[in-house]
């Protein structure tokens, strides 16, 4: 079993900063790409920025700029700096993870709990 255990979540105002971390534990082989997604109240889950295991990112076009992801393979951890945070950010932020297990070498799609980011005017 795997485990994606997210942290850094909180309230801040607007143009603030945070900056998210999302680990991943448990049997684990290799992992491919790792992401953030949101989803805000009433909202459609989406995309916020994935980078893969060699590190090419890609963003969503309303936090590019202003959003940095990276990852650390050896921790197995992936992090989401935000900074000029708006109002308009404030959504529940998943962490996910392609990973491909020690035990079956199978490749899953892994999901943190969440957490939340709340951004104030």
């Known amino acids: 079993q795997v485990q994606l255990v997210e942290s850094g979540g909180g309230l801040v105002q607007a143009g603030g900063s945070l900056r998210l971390s999302c680990a991943a534990s448990?049997?684990?082989?290799?992992?491919?790409?790792m992401g953030w997604y949101r989803q805000a109240p009433g909202k459609q889950r989406e995309l916020v920025a994935r980078?893969?295991?060699?590190?090419?990112?890609n963003y969503a076009d309303s936090v590019k700029g202003r959003f940095t992801i990276s990852r650390d393979n050896a921790k197995n951890t992936v992090y989401l700096q935000m900074s000029s945070l708006k109002p308009e950010d404030t959504a529940v932020y998943y962490c996910?993870?392609?990973?491909?297990?020690?035990?079956?070498?199978?490749?899953?799609?892994?999901w943190g709990q969440g957490t939340q980011v709340s951004v104030s005017s």
């Open positions: 996910n993870a392609e990973v491909v297990t020690s035990s079956t070498r199978t490749r899953y799609m892994y």
């Open positions: 980078i893969t295991s060699s590190g090419i990112t």
């Open positions: 448990g049997s684990i082989f290799s992992i491919n790409d």
